[in-house]
Each structure stands twice: as structure tokens, then as C-alpha cells.
């Protein structure tokens, strides 16, 4: 696995380093010191995997991540357990406690290695202008809060002006993004635009009824009602296949 390690501490990065040149999986093909040059390095490398340290000058680990275009998967590194909670909040691979000891190192590695076998590779899901599909992983921060989730747990984006509202398990966040900026990103074969203020997972459509004005109403399958506009309504039907 090709591997990033961001760190501002340099003895930090060379010992991690020096132990994953042990670990036969592992290529480390960069590192970074600070959030602004991670971003710019992971975008350009597109790695596999990256060790990131939380506490950082400037940004943290948590801002970086909300800011990628490319999402690799993740083990945090940090001196502080107080982040280890939030760390598996936003679902991250593993958490390492500084100082790192090799063979819990060697345990979170063997952890990745048995993800990767039961998962389907989506290698696209991150590139700029491509697709997002309903196996690709987003990275969603709100305030204080922020987790990894693959878009098949999503079920609404819905608008809130320039933002939008992100519908997944008993999550609400919101996110910088306008309906009209995710509907270019989303596939087709999985969202559909509703209407103006709704872009739906069509693989969470529970019910659906006849609506007023010609149009559809959809239950969703965590209660939400949508309405199809008329507008919309003869693509889904076509989707839908009835």
C-alpha cells in the first residue's frame, strides 16, 4: 500500500517511517509536516493509505480530511487519547497512540489488509470530475463532528441555500456544497433530483404514491416524504421501471 505520513514532528515521521520500512505492504512515498502541504501531496499521490496525526499547527487532521478531494483510508496517529472517541466517530481504519509501539503498528496494518479483502476497490471514487458511486467514501464534517460514510448510507441531500443537508443513518450534517454542484458528481443510476430541493438514493425508496398536480410522493426508508415534481416524475418512472 502506498502510504503518506503527516506529522509536524520530524522525529515523529522518521521513526514511524523507519518501522513501516519493516512492513512489507508498505511503500511510504511522501510525507508531510502540516495540513496545507498533506493536501497538496495527497491530491498529487492519491496513496492508499495515510498515518495522520490530529493535533497540528494551523489546521488539525479533522480540517484536513474535510478539505481533500481524494480520501485515502486512514490511521490517526496522536499523543493524545482524549481524540480517540472522535477519531472512531468519523469510522477511521485505527488509532495509534504515540509513542507507537511496533506490533500494535503491525496489528492496525494486518486490520487494513482484512478490510481490503472483504471490500469492493473503488479507486475512482475520489478523482476530480469523476463520478461519485454508491460504494465511494465521502468525509463529512459539520462543526465539531465529522465521519467517513460510503454513499450507500445515504439516503437525502437535501438544500439549505448554498449548503446541503446530508441524510444518513440518525445524521443531519450539513455540508458546503449546492444541490446543483452534488447532482454533477452524484451517479445517476443511484441519485435522482427530485426537485429542486431534493436529490434522493433511489435504493431507499420504500413506498410510493400518487401525489397532486400529477406528481409522485416517495417514502424514504427513514420516514422522510419527498415529493417527484411533475417535471421529475416521468424519469423516475423510467428508473423505477413501472
Given amino acids: 500500500m502506498r502510504t503518506i505520513i503527516v506529522d509536524d514532528e520530524r522525529l515523529a515521521r522518521a521513526e514511524l517511517n523507519k518501522m513501516l520500512r519493516h512492513i512489507s505492504d508498505i511503500e511510504v512515498v511522501d510525507e508531510a509536516s502540516n495540513a496545507n502541504e498533506a493536501i497538496e501531496k495527497i491530491n498529487s499521490h492519491q496513496p492508499d493509505l495515510i498515518f495522520l496525526d490530529i493535533q497540528m499547527p494551523g489546521k488539525t487532521g479533522f480540517d484536513m480530511l474535510s478539505e481533500l478531494e481524494f480520501i485515502p483510508k486512514v490511521i490517526f496517529t496522536t499523543a493524545f487519547d482524549e481524540y480517540a472517541l472522535r477519531a472512531f466517530e468519523v469510522n477511521a481504519l ?3 497512540l504515540k509513542p507507537i509501539e511496533p506490533k500494535r503498528l503491525e496489528a492496525a496494518i494486518k486490520k487494513i489488509n482484512t478490510l481490503e479483502n472483504k471490500e469492493i476497490k473503488s479507486d475512482e471514487a475520489f478523482i476530480n470530475n469523476d463520478l461519485l458511486t454508491e460504494q465511494s467514501q465521502v468525509f463529512v464534517k459539520d462543526g ?30 450539513l455540508i458546503l456544497k449546492s444541490l446543483n454542484a452534488l447532482e454533477e458528481r452524484l451517479d445517476p443510476k443511484t441519485f435522482f433530483r427530485a426537485n429542486r430541493k431534493h436529490i434522493i438514493n433511489l435504493r431507499m425508496v420504500e413506498k410510493i404514491e400518487p401525489y397532486f398536480n400529477n406528481g409522485l410522493l416517495v417514502e424514504l426508508k ?8 411533475r417535471r421529475q416524475t416521468v424519469k423516475f418512472k423510467e428508473k423505477m421501471s413501472f
Fill in 144 to 173: 465539531d463532528r465529522c465521519w467517513f460514510i460510503k454513499l450507500n448510507e445515504v439516503r437525502l441531500f437535501e438544500s439549505i441555500g448554498n449548503y446541503a443537508k446530508v441524510f444518513f443513518n440518525g445524521h443531519k450534517p
Fill in 222 to 229: 427513514g420516514g422522510e416524504k419527498i415529493e417527484i415534481s
Fill in 94 to 96: 485505527d488509532y495509534l
